[in-house]
């Protein structure tokens, strides 16, 4: 299972996407513009998403990648 980390903030979440030794990271607009642009960002569908609940931050988001059934969520 591949997964990537994604640390939400008000404006903008940073993911980090794994590499053979590190991460890369990419930042994205907190926004509908922002979130489409990470959804059809190549393989962002290929991964596990996992996020931190940041209040409502996150909520956009989740939402987002539910739509894009890209979203898996786990209790």
């Known amino acids: ?3 990537i980390g994604i ?3 008000k404006l903008s979440f ?3 996407y794994p590499t053979e030794n590190s ?3 990419e930042v994205f607009q907190n926004d509908s513009k922002g979130i489409k642009k ?3 960002s190549p393989g962002s569908d290929a991964y ?3 996020l931190e609940a940041t209040g409502t ?3 956009l988001l989740v939402y987002m990648l539910q739509e894009a059934q ?3 969520l786990y209790g």
Do not use: E, G, P, Q
Request: glycine letters at 0%.
């Open 1 to 3: 299972m591949k997964c």
């Open 7 to 9: 640390d939400v903030s």
């Open 14 to 16: 940073t993911v980090a």
């Open 23 to 25: 991460y890369r990271l």
């Open 38 to 40: 990470f959804i059809t």
């Open 48 to 50: 596990y998403c996992i």
């Open 57 to 59: 931050y996150i909520n």
């Open 70 to 72: 890209i979203a898996r």
